[in-house]
């Protein structure tokens, strides 16, 4: 190495310690809170919401949200928020609608951000209209002690937790996240996920349930409907407990499907690198293919069919009676 290249080098290591040492200055000065370097700030807002309103629209950017049971008999939205990024709260032709106001120029766009904002929604009553929400990046969560007569939700980035039921539909999308729904009823039941995971147990869907997750992990627990669809592309399909009345059909590309007391008239299972084993509650009639693996299942010849189809990988599936 030329000494002109040493010199340059020692040069970058020497500045490379300085910055090093005059962030970590700031950053004990600051008792390890980064949000002061980010020259934003944040302020709490509390709208009270005294006009009657049976649905509810949302518009969120970067904000949490999250829906609570109110015990004062008052509707209200509390915004933790930034100072020039705030939340407009109004009722409009009888439906409640939460906007969110950016104001920042251009450049203030850019900076650290550690702080989330928050949206929280605290609602008197238990049964409501239509629940519109879309948000960019940021968690929403509701709360189990209401009822809608259908449920939306389209998020970018981040996580949903849906205890609330539906009359009608209850859908959910999401890209990049987790979904999670837990002992609720509904309509008709459509969650959509790109790359996460999705949990859902303790549903009662009085039509079709479908499922859509293209890399992450699929639990279902304690689920009875119609019909379930379930396909994805990396993940296994874990179900415990899980009864469809009429069709029950999983697909993945590579992962497992493991069936613990599941049931259906018709059952279609079929994934391409991966086992397919567990147990159901009922006989069926077996047709079996798989190109590298071991079979094992019984060999009933009554009730509905059964078609599992897999290219590497086994299949065990046992009867198992409640």
């Given amino acids: 190495m030329s000494k002109t290249k040493q010199h340059w080098l020692i040069a970058a290591v020497i500045l490379t310690v300085i910055g090093t040492v005059i962030v970590g200055s700031a950053v004990m000065m600051m008792k390890g809170d980064l949000s002061l ?40 939205v509390t915004c933790y928020e930034q100072s020039n990024v705030k939340h407009a709260v109004a009722v409009k032709d009888g439906t409640l609608v939460i906007e969110v106001v950016d104001e920042r120029k251009w450049y203030e766009h850019i900076g650290f951000f550690t702080k989330n904002s928050t ?47 539906a009359k009608e539909d209850l859908r959910i999308e999401t890209t990049t996240g987790k979904i999670t729904v837990s ?8 969650l959509t996920l790109s790359t996460g995971s999705l949990k859902a147990s303790g549903i009662t869907c009085r039509k079709d349930l ?54 259906a008239a018709t059952l279609k299972l079929r994934t391409t690198t991966g086992d397919v084993k567990g147990s159901l509650l009922s006989e ?24 599992i189809e897999t290219t590497t990988g086994d299949v065990r599936i046992t009867l198992k009676t409640e």
């Fill in 210 to 263: 479908s499922l859509n997750v293209t890399t992450g992990k699929t639990e279902l627990s304690d689920i009875t409907c119609r019909n379930l669809s379930s396909d994805g592309t990396t993940g296994s399909a874990v179900l415990k407990h899980v009864i469809a009345e009429e069709t029950l059909s999983l697909e993945r590309s590579t992962g497992d499907i493991i069936l613990d007391r599941v049931d």
């Fill in 37 to 76: 370097m980010s020259g934003t700030s944040y302020e709490t807002n509390h709208h009270p919401v005294t006009e009657e309103f049976g649905a509810i629209r949302i518009s969120l950017d970067t904000a949490d949200l999250r829906l609570v049971y109110s015990s004062d008999a008052s509707s209200s």
């Fill in 119 to 165: 949206v929280t929604l605290t609602l008197p009553e238990t049964v409501y209209g239509m629940l519109s929400v879309s948000s960019t990046t940021g968690d929403i969560e509701i709360d189990p002690d209401f009822t809608f007569q259908s449920i939306d939700v389209a998020l970018t980035t981040g996580d949903v937790i849906c205890k609330a039921s």
């Fill in 284 to 307: 069926k009639v077996f047709f079996v293919d798989t190109t590298t693996g071991d079979r094992d299942y019984p060999h009933t010849s009554s009730g509905g069919t059964c078609e």
């Fill in 183 to 190: 002992d609720l009823s509904a309509e008709a039941i459509s």
